[in-house]
């Protein structure tokens, strides 16, 4: 992972401001000498800039996008804790990490991150930019921000507004995290079994009925506790506790409920829609009970040159990830 250190004040969406900013991220294959191979990943809510070691059936050698072909970037967002600045990042005023203190964020901050670290990369022009779930918002914002840079777009299980749905279900993970005992300590560790709670509550949004039903019911009858399903989440819990931050969860959750295009744009989200001037796919999951095709639909009859690709799977808003090879297929046909 590279760095980029911005030692300048950063303005936020809300008024407050960041001291300076740092940005982690990875960059895959070069930049030719027309600019024009540039493809840029957005991640979604629990991943990092290392997008071929996440998303390895999509990006990488041989693959749908190649860095033999192209110059693939991809950026940590603002308040994650996987390299850029964030709850566990030090305050310049303390010289401690933020926690509790890191100020509010919203998507378009993180836009404006990846703005930045754009310009200092020099690239003038983003020949595909593309993001599942999380970051198909941030696509769709930077589309907005700087429409004379993007110019073919890439959407995957994702929306133009956060859905009342989406954040209720935010709600009750921070629900869980603030029960922690623990929460709002000075310390790394913080809400880390509020965290477990907190993914057991998405992992049942990821997935859905059907894909429970089949991978996780139990052969044995005659059981009276100790059920796969009860292991299934608290795995997914615990390995998520392991690897990720309460206080940047808590914080990016927040985020995502800020996720609205029409905000500050004349409040019309058909509208705002209607603006886009980019080549656009949209790819939706059947079984996505999280962020439903419903909401792909909607993108793809409001975007004026778009797209709509339905997968026909069973592993609900997780299909986004598992489902490479069929949506990959897909954007390869469609490039």
């Known amino acids: 992972m590279e760095e980029f250190h911005r030692y300048q004040p950063f303005p936020l ?15 895959y294959g070069s930049l030719n000498a027309a600019g024009d191979n540039v493809i840029w990943i957005c991640h979604a809510l629990t991943a990092n800039s290392d997008v071929i070691r996440w998303w390895p059936g999509m990006v990488g050698d041989h693959r749908y996008v190649n860095p033999e072909k192209h110059f693939i970037v ?23 990490p933020y926690y509790s203190s890191f100020p509010a964020i ?10 930045l ?28 921000m700087e429409p004379a840079i993007i110019q073919d777009l890439f959407l995957i299980a994702t929306s133009g507004a956060e859905s009342a749905w989406g954040i209720a279900v935010h709600a009750a993970q921070r629900l869980a995290i603030e029960a922690d005992a623990t929460w709002l300590d000075r310390a790394e560790e913080a809400g880390t079994l509020g965290l477990r709670a907190a993914r057991g509550i998405g992992i049942l949004t990821y997935r859905n009925y059907a894909i429970m039903k ?7 009858v005659e059981k009276l506790d100790n059920y796969r399903a009860s292991s299934y989440i608290s795995y997914q819990g615990d390995k998520l506790s392991r690897r990720f931050n309460a206080y940047s969860y808590w914080l990016l959750t927040k985020a995502m409920d800020s996720h609205q295009i029409a905000r500050g ?24 009970i999280l962020c439903p095709l419903a909401e792909q639909e909607f993108l793809a009859a409001h975007i004026p040159n778009s797209t709509l690709v339905s997968i026909d799977s069973i592993y609900g808003h997780d299909g986004f990830m598992v489902e490479a090879e069929r949506i990959g297929h897909s954007l390869q046909k469609w490039m």
């Open 214 to 220: 089949e991978k996780q019911s139990d052969p044995d």
């Open 13 to 27: 969406e809300n008024g407050q401001i960041l001291p300076d900013i740092r940005i982690g991220y990875h960059t």
């Open 265 to 288: 744009r004349g409040g019309d989200l058909k509208k705002v829609l209607s603006t886009f001037t980019q080549r656009t796919l949209i790819v939706g999951i059947t079984s996505d």
């Open 106 to 115: 919203t998507i378009r901050d993180m836009v404006e991150a990846h703005i």
């Open 74 to 96: 991809c950026a940590n967002i603002i308040g994650s804790c996987y390299g850029s600045s964030g709850p566990l990042s030090e305050d310049p005023a303390t010289g401690k």
């Open 117 to 144: 670290l754009r310009k200092h990369l020099g690239i003038k022009r983003i020949h595909l930019l593309m993001g599942g779930s999380m970051g198909g918002y941030q696509a769709l914002e930077w589309c907005l």
